[in-house]
């Protein structure tokens, strides 16, 4: 885990061998994150997530996705989304990135642009 500091807003990063499997690993990391390095975000890779986490019928995203919004905390997942192909998803990730809470983007530089504009 990193921290990284844009315009003065500290945002995390996890590292990609750091694995998120349920809804209390990531509110572990935030509550730390956010109260001892006063961060206002955090990056995290694809690969860190479960798998299950991009399946929305097992509703792992759902749950962990409400943590952030819940402690306004913003969230960008890092990686490429292409190769899946359920339209939920699709749909899922396009909404995510039009708001200004949840990003999914290609790479850190997009993603640190996204969390602190």
Known sequence: MNIKTIRNQN???LNKDEKISTAQ????????????????GMILYKESLDESFFDLK??????????FSNYRFKLAII??????TSKSLRDFIYECNKG???YFK???DSALSALVP
């Open 58 to 67: 097992t509703g792992l995203a759902g749950e962990i996705l409400q943590k």
């Open 25 to 40: 690993d990531i509110l572990d990391i935030m509550a730390s994150s956010q109260y001892q390095c006063n961060c206002i």
């Open 100 to 102: 200004n809470q949840i």
């Open 79 to 84: 990686g490429d989304f292409s190769d899946y």
């Open 11 to 13: 945002i995390v990063i």
């Open 106 to 108: 290609n790479g850190l």
